[in-house]
């Protein structure tokens, strides 16, 4: 049987909410093993001029707890 962890990362790009997912899940991989997935509970995007200028996930990551 295995147990599965879940720990929230909030995550920041200039391109897209994919990217800053992608950032989120490059970034808990260096420090957790074994990610087996990852759901964006929220988005958000930061407005300058009437553009986008940021975009943020907050996302959880579940991975298998050896």
Sequence with gaps: MSV????E???E????????TQIA??????????IQSVYVKDFQAVV???L???YR??????FIVE
Aim: aromatic fraction near 2%.
């Design 4 to 7: 599965v962890k879940v720990i």
């Design 9 to 11: 990362i909030l995550a």
């Design 13 to 20: 790009s200039t391109k897209s909410w994919e990217d800053a």
């Design 25 to 34: 899940v490059t970034e808990a991989s260096k420090t957790v093993k074994n």
């Design 48 to 50: 300058s001029d009437g």
């Design 52 to 54: 986008i200028t940021r």
């Design 57 to 62: 996930v907050d996302a959880k990551i579940s």
